[in-house]
């Protein structure tokens, strides 16, 4: 899969977002934030530089993530085990610019954020991992529900939340949809389903 990876952060290095890419090659359709923020952080317009190592720089924030969350400590048995899991995952991710990894790391994070004390600032942390989780990929289901049980549990207990973080999710769907409908004709693609008509430039479903 790593070909379709590296040939959508140039395209959008080079061209930016294009209407109707998914008619010239499939894969290209599902470039994600995650790319975006590749391309954007390539340093491309720098002769003789390429920067490709985001997802290896993930890795560096989460390592001092779990250090900053105590991961010294004896009775963080728990974070050091996910550290060691997401350290042995994330090494086939570290030489193509996969999704994949930030994906699984911000699922990491958010299920470790639950198991600490609870509080309004744990909802607003998840939130925003799931936030842009999703963003990253549509398929990001774990985190998916788990805002949406978190999402059910702030109604019932009424914890408050900014209104800033409702904004992020609502911002970050919008975002995707509108994404999706100017590369491919289809708000929730790869799904073929459109239910706004069909546009001049949607992918055939075929």
């Known amino acids: 899969d790593g070909y379709y990876y590296i040939q959508t952060v140039l395209w959008f290095t080079r061209e930016g977002f294009v209407n109707g890419i998914s ?3 499939l894969p290209l359709g599902l470039g994600s934030s995650w790319h975006v923020l590749d391309a954007l952080f390539s340093f491309n317009f720098i002769d003789g530089m390429r920067f490709n190592d985001l997802n290896g720089l993930l890795v560096l924030v989460f390592f001092i993530f779990c250090l900053e969350n ?32 930030p994906v699984i790391i ?12 609870f509080g309004s600032r744990t ?22 529900l788990l805002a949406a049980v978190l999402i059910s549990y702030v109604v019932m207990k009424k914890t408050p939340v900014p209104e800033a973080v409702y904004f992020l999710l609502f911002l970050t769907g919008l975002s995707l949809i509108s994404k ?6 289809y708000p929730f693609y790869p799904y073929a389903w459109s239910g706004i008509g069909e546009l001049s430039w949607a992918t055939p479903p075929e």
């Open 23 to 25: 008619n010239l090659l």
């Open 123 to 144: 909802v607003v942390d998840v939130l925003v991992l799931a936030a842009f989780g999703g963003s990253v990929k549509l398929s990001a289901v774990a985190l998916a």
């Open 180 to 185: 999706n409908i100017f590369q491919t004709g």
């Open 70 to 101: 105590g991961l010294q400590k004896k009775q963080h048995l728990l974070l050091a085990l996910l550290l060691a899991i997401t350290l042995v995952v994330s090494v086939p991710f570290l030489s193509a610019p996969s999704p994949d990894l």
């Open 106 to 117: 911000f699922t990491v994070m958010a299920f470790y954020l639950i198991t600490r004390p």
